[in-house]
């Protein structure tokens, strides 16, 4: 199994600024994804992080609010841009597996509190 | 399209047997998992099954599937209170490792003495 390290584990910003936040691998993988966790809901998944290319989002995402950088195997950045209270949430990374493909791991997430 | 349901809640004895279950929709998935989540801590993959199996027992954790009823469970035996969180079931569609994953809404466990 990877071990994945996200920075910061929480973070309270005011509303208006941006938050980067960062997700390190301990070994080379192909895919790394981002996801959100509203208060009391599901993961819902943001983007696709590419090594190389831009990012694949998904619908109701879009690359100015959550910019996204992938400058080699081990690591990736999420950035919540122009924060609102509505962004307050658990952001989650997680990678696929070399040898499975599809088995996915998660970080500990970075819990986001916007005021 | 893609969809997976949980119930939201279960609540068990403690060293009884849990079951969580959990039905989708897309007949091509390929990988299904279950997932636990302790409150304020990320994601811990318990343990998944090929699309291709019944069934897969690991330590107090068996996992069933019907693919003809698109429905998956998991048991936990003797349920303990280190057990209590919430649990999603999640699918993958695709053989590809840019395959992402569908979660369903998570079912919350307790535990009462």
């Known amino acids: 199994s990877a071990v994945i390290s996200q920075k910061p584990s929480r973070d309270i910003c005011q509303r208006g600024t941006s938050l980067t936040i960062q997700c390190q691998v301990d070994s080379q993988v192909t895919m790394m994804f981002w996801y959100r966790q509203q208060p009391g809901q599901s993961l819902t998944l943001i983007a696709t992080a590419n090594q190389g290319s831009e990012a694949t989002y998904e619908s109701g995402f879009v690359i100015d609010k959550f910019p996204i950088s992938r400058p080699n195997l081990t690591f990736s950045t999420l950035t919540v841009s122009n924060m609102s209270p509505e962004d307050s949430s658990i952001y989650l990374c997680?990678?696929?597996?070399?040898?499975?493909?599809?088995?996915?791991?998660f970080g500990q997430g970075t819990r986001l509190t916007v005021v | 399209g893609e969809d997976v349901e949980q119930s939201l809640f279960l609540s068990v004895r403690e060293g009884d047997s849990s079951v969580i279950n959990c039905t989708y929709t897309?007949?091509?998935?390929?990988?299904l998992y279950w997932y636990k989540q302790e409150p304020g801590a990320g994601l811990q993959l318990l343990t998944y099954i090929f699309s291709n199996m019944d069934m897969k027992q690991d330590q107090r954790l068996t996992v069933l599937l019907n693919k003809k009823d698109k429905h998956l469970s998991l048991r936990i035996a003797d349920t303990q209170t280190g057990d209590s969180a919430i649990y999603f079931c999640a699918e993958t569609l695709g053989y590809s490792s840019a395959s992402k994953i569908i979660f369903g809404s998570g079912t919350r466990l307790s535990i009462r003495p």
């Open positions: 997680s990678v696929s597996d070399r040898t499975m493909n599809t088995e996915a791991f």
């Open positions: 897309d007949s091509s998935s390929t990988y």
